[in-house]
């Protein structure tokens, strides 16, 4: 009898460590960027660095990483050291430096760009892109110079919109190196039906296609579609920033003890405040910003402007409820 509660002690302390340990790994897994007609791919031999941590981690071959961070809880702030592989970017550079938000049940997904696919698509994008400037200004100046010949237009008018015409031909040339490494830095497997077509008319130098496009996008049913879509896609992060409000019982020992455990919190309820607002969800947004001041008013004080801005931005609301 004594061997077997000592096995099944054995076993609930192994779940118990378990469960603590797995509540201190933040999961991921880096991928390439997906590109018109090659969806992105997983990256094996991706070494990761975090603050915090000494050793490095490298992702498997299907692409994942496992962050072991005992001092970690979920809504700490994560910051990316380095992410390395030869041949390869990061696709947001600005990713390194910025927090993060560690969450031992949402997954972390890196993109990074393979570099020769980077200049190829770059070239392409600009090449075309000066094609199109070319041809879109030479039509314009024989537009013009067929104004003057027929004398629909004065001498001064003729100046002044060949002027004009050259100040929008340099403008545009001077934005399309930074275009193109826009686009190509685009990742198609994340974009819906309509960015992705806009997106492939850019790059392929089909600018007046795009716009006509983009146009389609204001149309009132594809407008209410598109917000139905972008309210599903944000349920998920809603659940899981309400999860973590909810753990946060506004312990008054805790804030004081942890001050970016609080600002982490406070960032938390007011960022869940507004994608309420987004929804229509009112109230629940009024929930959100009397946590996030409860916790301002324990960190900051209640004379603080952080705190006297809430409570003006709580009445507020209030007020059109």
Not at 60 to 86: I, Q
Not at 107 to 118: F, G, H, R, S, Y
Not at 301 to 321: F, N, R, Y
Request: proline share 2%; aromatic share 6%.
């Amino acid at each position: 009898m004594v061997k077997i509660r000592s096995k099944i002690l054995g076993i609930i302390i192994a779940v118990i460590i378990s469960v603590q340990c797995s509540a201190q790994v933040q999961q991921g897994f880096v991928r390439t960027i997906g590109r018109p007609n090659k969806p992105g791919v997983v990256l094996e031999g991706v070494v990761i660095r975090v603050q915090g941590l000494i050793n490095s981690v490298v992702t498997s071959s299907e692409g994942k990483f496992h962050l072991s961070v005992p001092d970690k809880k979920d809504g700490d702030a994560l910051v990316l050291l380095s992410v390395r592989k030869n041949g390869y970017e990061l696709k947001d550079k600005e990713l390194i430096g910025r927090s993060l938000i560690f969450s031992s049940q949402v997954p972390i997904e890196i993109l990074m760009v393979d570099m020769k696919q980077l200049i190829a698509d770059k070239e392409r994008i600009e090449k075309k892109a000066y094609q199109v400037a070319e041809h879109n200004y030479q039509k314009k100046l024989r537009e013009i110079e067929s104004q003057i010949k027929n004398r629909e237009i004065t001498a001064e008018k003729y100046r002044k919109k060949l002027q004009e015409l050259q100040e929008n031909y340099e403008k545009y040339l001077s934005l399309i190196s930074d275009m193109a490494d826009r686009y190509a830095r685009t990742d198609y497997d994340q974009l819906d039906s309509i960015d992705y077509k806009i997106s492939l008319c850019i790059e392929n130098g089909e600018l007046d296609k795009a716009d006509s496009l983009i146009h389609t996008v204001f149309d009132p049913e594809k407008v209410l579609e598109r917000n139905r879509l972008a309210k599903e896609e944000i349920q998920q992060r809603i659940a899981f920033a309400q999860s973590i409000i909810d753990k946060a019982k506004t312990d008054k020992e805790a804030i004081k003890r942890d001050k970016l455990y609080a600002e982490r919190m406070i960032e938390f309820c007011d960022k869940l405040s507004r994608e309420y607002l987004v929804q229509g969800e009112f109230f629940k947004a009024l929930n959100c910003l009397e946590k996030s001041l409860e916790i301002k008013m324990v960190l900051y004080g209640v004379e603080d402007q952080k705190t006297k801005t809430a409570i003006l931005q709580i009445d507020s609301l209030k007020m059109k409820l």
